[in-house]
């Protein structure tokens, strides 16, 4: 990935273990039933970083949909899980 130019090894091994603590955030407390309410702010973190990364191509002009288009659809669906999350039909 053309991106990681941009950035110090650090920074994207720390990008990579938020990644994958925020997925872990969002399968877990779900399945296990313990502090179920970390779910929405795990999908609002990785929304977050969502929109980073949309934001990190767009400056690149890695405008193109091969190269946007996992961090748009991530956005969404992270925005999905948090609304349904927050929202009055949460289980």
Not at 9 to 15: E, Q, R, T
């Amino acid at each position: 990935m053309t991106w990681t130019e941009d950035f110090s090894a650090g920074a994207v091994k720390a990008i990579g273990a938020a990644e994958a603590l925020g997925a872990i955030g969002l399968i877990l407390p779900a399945v296990t039933g313990v502090a179920p309410v970390l779910v929405p702010l795990a999908a609002t973190g990785l929304a977050l970083a969502m929109i980073g990364a949309a934001v990190v191509h767009a400056r690149r002009g890695e405008t193109q949909a091969m190269a946007m288009a996992p961090s748009v659809v991530l956005l969404i669906l992270t925005v999905v899980v948090a609304w349904g999350r927050f929202g009055p039909y949460a289980f």
